[in-house]
């Protein structure tokens, strides 16, 4: 008995404006939240019901007793496409990309996890050009993890036209406190996000509930009835329908005790079909029901109608679907479904979908088989079922499902006598390829993976691979660490790993090689022959993992060029693999180029690598290698704009916000802004093991912080920690910047003031970089010109005629495009100039390095441009007007005053329109105006125009 939607006018008014919205291209996303028996797909359902030109598409998610199945939400969405619009609203690529997702379809191509969810999007965003879509997830909360990320991203970044509803249970009494608190949070983020709101429903009042009743009944009730259901009720719909079937009985008290007493109804027949749908909930089709319970149609028929009539299930025949008419009523048969006979269920159901391949969609149907043979307690059958899983879990699961199957296969090593055979594997391959498949997981995944071996059942060389591979899992990234450092020289002295098996367990334990000294010639042999593993590995990633390995050994023998080389030439064959193994390794190229002074070609590179990122927020940690490295070009020939855009764009979609990418933003906001907030990173620093950013750019981050703040005692701390550190010479691609500002940051103080108390701490403090230079690899023109502005540093530093010096520097850093250091240079050549009587040329440095400051907004050498023509009363276009505006801010408030814009103002006086506007707001702050007309007629009043 289901009556009309009553007291939700409200409700549907924000639902009817949303879409609105959405057809006014403005989209919109709605999560609809409430407790079990609230009404949410009810009031969804007659809010779409009517949008006869809209697009709609529902996809549900499935509280399984097996567990969540990766994307099941968009596998009932894409079922529901085909039924609603034909087979043909896909395009071919459209159906190769997602066929795994797709009942009965095969793949012709090779689809990765990250194609098949773009392609899903893009289908989203195709179809909302044409009409509007509306897109409706139900039952959220029981969404797996990878669909919920997936709706998230969704919500970020919407097309135009595109609506998405989403409903969430909140309140469960039944969900654990880990599960509820991640729920919460992703409920929240979502909430956060620009067009997302958040649409709960409450309890009905009284008036509510009286109107419910009558509908349900025909008549008004009498008074007594109406005021027990009311209390029982207490304002929930659904337990006001079932009351009302239940004839009032009293002790239906609950949501959970309403959907139970259906249950006592039912004949044993009919029990067994209910029973056996709460366990396959997910993947119901009619068809595989009938084989599940092995009965005849006209028995399935019977069983079904009482089903139908008892209000429990609903049928769509045309459709081969079947469904419980409420989740509260699945729950309850699942509550009362005894484990002997739930284990049962599971086998049959796991016995069916292995039997009728092509009814579900490929991957769900694997990764459900799996899962019902783990649930049956059936450890041979559930260990052959999640190797064959496997590959589906790669492609459409989250690693976390990846890892916890690789999880399950070991753990059935132990129990059974002949595992290799069930498997088709060995236990060293296992190992091998659940570590690598736990690498991208959090450290709780890894090492649970790493604690599911049976590490009894391995050789000695093996037991210890595996001990340093757990040693080194929180290590930070590109971190060196010196006990990790003897701990794998003692793993190499001890095993001839050489000579080991030509498999992937030894690419793993060659490949530990990087973490030796580079004195040690087994650093370069062992990456060479985890390489020529790796070539012979018949896998799309495996050749790719060949040309990475072959490079890194030419990076690590210091020839990055050559590496860049060879990965360019490699490249170019393997265009064919799917893209994102690629694109990592065109991230390597932007590195090597870029620590060679190749920043062109660095550059062409890194922006199509992320132009073919079509949804980079899919690909996080190839995103974030891409921009790292793109935005270190950048920053270093003056594109602060384009750097700080990437940098700021992609941070909100890291997992914290300790990445070096963000120590990048940091230290691009201390060279543009001249502070940044350096406590956080000051924590990191003192970690024997810092994690998440690379621990030589932490530390020159919190070095350049604090010498901006002007406590150079505290920056010289941190610099010499690098100093000190052999492991920070290993990472000298990276040290180089370190040495360059921890020089200049000396040779400006001691410059500034010849007479500072802590002039014999600087003076061996420079002894120390001058050591350091001196261990550092040079690496392509960039190494021809760094080490030339530290011995312009030096002569700065010791009251040496430093213009030679400088003017080679000058001549190699515009050479190679560093544009923010030919800044820096300038104004030092101007103030050597200066020192040195000829104030021509000082002037012409001084306005040279003030224009290229001016145009990277770069507020500290601004600071330094005017502290210099102060100090030395040097530059014409310098020189203070009456003490309040410079000469060429005068010019720009002349044009101001004839009523310019900025870029009139820019393309006038050959500055860009920013610079323009720079000028007008520090016009307008000196003049104390609130706008420009206000600040010209000051200026005419105080003369300042002439």
Known sequence: ?????????????????????????????????????????????????????????????????????????????????????????????????????????????????????????????????????????????????????????????????????????????????????????????????????????????????????????????????????????DGIPFVVEELVAAAGRPELTTAAAVAAGRLGTLTPETRRLVEAAAVGDGHLRISLLEQVLDVTPEELDTALVEALRAGILTTDHEHDAVGFRHALLREATSRETGPGARRAWHRRWAEVLEDNPGVLAGDPALLAVAEHWHQARDVRRSLAAAVAALPSAERIADPHRETLLWRRVLSAWASLRDPEAVAGLTLREVVAQSVLAAQSTGMASFLAVLDAVPVHLLDESERATLAVIRAITGEAKGDIDPRFREMTQDLFDRFDLFSGPRDLFSLLALSLALRLPASDERSVTGMDAAADIAAELASP????????????????????????????????????????????????????????????????????????????????????????????????????????????????????????????????????????????????????????????????????????????????????????????????????????????????????????????????????????VERCRRYGRLGEVWPLDLAAQLDRFHGRDARPALREALAGWERIGHVPDVAVTHLSLAEQEAVHGDRDAARRHLAAGREVAERLEAAPLLARADALAERWAIGPRERRTDGVLTEREVEVLRLVAEGMTNGQIGTTLFMSPKTASVHVSHILAKLGAANRTEAAATARRQGLLG
């Open 541 to 772: 990633r495996g050749r790719v993992e060949h040309v990475v390995l072959r490079s890194h050994s030419r990076q690590f023998r210091g020839d990055p060029h050559g590496a860049a080389d060879y990965l360019e030439e490699q490249l170019a064959q393997l265009r064919d693999l799917p893209g994102h193994y690629v694109l990592f390794a065109d991230g390597n190229v932007v590195w090597c180029r870029s620590v060679c002074g190749e920043h062109r070609r660095a550059q062409e590179i890194g922006e199509a690598a992320l132009a073919q990122l079509r949804h980079p927020e899919l690909s996080v940690g190839l995103w974030e290698h891409l921009v790292e490295n793109h935005a270190f070009s950048l920053t270093c020939t003056g594109d602060w704009a384009r750097a700080r855009q990437l940098l700021e764009e992609s941070a909100p979609w890291w997992e914290d916000d300790l990445r070096t990418s963000n120590a990048r933003l940091a230290l691009l906001d201390v060279a543009q802004r001249g502070a940044t907030d350096a406590s956080r990173w000051t924590s990191l620093s003192r970690e024997v093991v810092p994690s998440g950013a690379h621990p030589v750019i932490v530390r020159h981050l919190v070095a350049a912080a604090s010498a901006a703040s002007g406590d150079l005692a505290a920056a010289r701390s941190e610099y010499r920690a690098l100093w000190a550190d052999d492991g920070s010479f290993v990472a000298d691609d990276c040290l180089w910047c370190v040495l360059r500002d921890a020089a200049r940051a000396e040779a400006d103080a001691a410059t500034n003031n010849p007479d500072r108390d802590d002039r014999d701490e600087a003076s061996v403090h420079m002894d120390e970089i001058a050591a350091a």
């Open 1 to 233: 008995m289901v009556g009309r939607l009553v007291g939700r006018e409200a409700e549907l008014d924000r639902i009817a404006g949303a879409v609105v919205n959405a057809r006014g291209g403005t989209s919109r996303c709605l999560l609809v939240t409430g407790e079990a028996g609230i009404g949410k797909s009810r009031l969804v359902a007659e809010a779409v019901g009517s949008l006869g030109d809209a697009l709609v598409l529902t996809g549900h998610a499935a509280d399984m007793t097996t567990g969540e199945i990766p994307f099941g939400v968009v596998a009932d969405t894409l079922r529901d496409l085909v039924r609603v619009a034909g087979v043909d609203v896909l395009l071919p690529a459209e159906r190769d990309a997602l066929a795994p997702l797709l009942p009965g379809a095969a793949p012709r191509l090779q689809v990765e996890r990250v194609q098949l969810l773009s392609t899903f999007l893009d289908l989203l965003e195709r179809l909302a050009c044409e009409r509007l879509v509306v897109w409706v997830v139900e039952d959220l909360h029981w969404a797996d993890s990878a669909t919920r990320d997936l709706v998230g991203l969704a919500a970020r970044t919407l097309p135009a036209g595109l609506l998405i509803v989403a409903t969430v249970r909140t309140d469960d009494p039944e969900r654990t406190p880990a599960a509820e608190a991640a729920l919460t949070s992703y409920v929240a983020g979502l909430a956060r996000t620009p067009g997302c709101e958040v649409l709960p429903l409450s309890r009905l009042g009284s008036d509510a509930v009286q109107r419910q009743l009558r509908d349900l009944l025909g008549s008004r009730p009498s008074a007594e009835v109406a005021s027990r259901v009311e209390r029982l009720s």
